[in-house]
């Protein structure tokens, strides 16, 4: 239920009668960004929560609480035993009011998995919350801190407390995914990581100046893992983290990870000589499917060919790497090397946006290969409208081009003629009703 949606006059009468019933149907509450929310709402929102089990989600993000308000919240927390997911506060709850959620609440509550504390102004000056928050016998899973100034003391303290609960055998319950973007962390945190990558099944470590060592670092204790104590990460993400050449650390250690599945490595400054890396990687069995190496200008029509020989004799053989989405949108790459990606036909998802694929002409004989691609993005390419219709006539004429497609994207070019992109696009919905269209 999105709590905005009807007038304000009686909505918290009303929900607040619907959570102190246990109305079954109603197990989301997300207070929009537009509606007011004042101290008298929260305190009374909170008092219903205080006995329900039906409401599993709470979304209050943007809203600021009061000292009362908080007060309410954190007892709450204290007895609630429904809510599985919370998102609260906004950039003014700062340390002090983290704390009090903590210390009087959260740390005390049983069955919330997923916290959300992304953008709430916290500090360096958290650490010792954030401790208390990680090592108390809770039932978190999910953790998310993006968008605050930590820093590597608080994080550091952060991961000592999860640490500290994980030694404890009577902890079955520990964090899985933690996202530590844009949290002003240096290449420093990194070594002190080695333990969380033995259990977090996800780490977003974003908008970082990890730099060139933090990268050599953290590729380092990736490969590391060893078959006793292996590593679990499915899901990496390190976009925008000034990586540069260090991303070959992290690229080499991919077989090392036996359950990564997913790798962000978007702008990096990834130098050129990195896509050999690549292809070594893809040429060795590995559980990965999703790379996104968006915004590495270096790339380049070069990189892109070389990568995708690599992942066309690894779909020959059987033996390597099968890549099912990639991102190379930003990359510098032209027709040349968006023809050579287009003939993997283990790809479903390829993303091209953002390049210079118009510089010519897509052939049907590019994409014949391309038999499992279900989303494919020519967005923003400097195709013309010749060359957009010319594709699409193709799709529509010839079903067993693209035969998986399901979404296609070609917004951003140059389509002056609208009538007749509205004609094609309806002549293909005719055709292949089950193939969306992004155009405009």
Known sequence: MAWGKSPATSAVDDWCAKLKSGDAKFKELHVLPFRPF????????????????TLTSLKLSGKKLTPLALEAMAHMFAVNQGLRTVAVGDKSLGADGLASLVTAGLEKNSSIESIDLSFKGLSDTCGNTLRQLSSAPTALQTLILSRNELGDEAVTLLLEGNTRKRSNPGNVITLQSLDLGQTNLSATIIPLLQDSLTHLSTLILSANPLGVAGGAELGRLLLSSTSEIPCTLKVLELIDCRLGEGANAIIRAVPACVKLQKLYLAANEIPAATCETIKAMISTKTSLEVLSLRANANIKDNGAT?????MQESAASGTGTQLTSLDVGQCGITLEGAV????TPSLEELLLNCNTVGSGRLARASVAAAVNMQHLDLSATQLSQGDTLDFLEALREDKSLLPQLRAFSVGGNDIKDIDAMQEKVQQMKEARPELSITWR
């Open 306 to 310: 070389i990568i995708a020989c690599a």
């Open 340 to 343: 050579a990606l287009l003939q």
């Open 38 to 53: 004042p101290e008298a709402d929260a305190i009374k929102l909170c008092k219903a929560l205080e006995t329900n089990t």
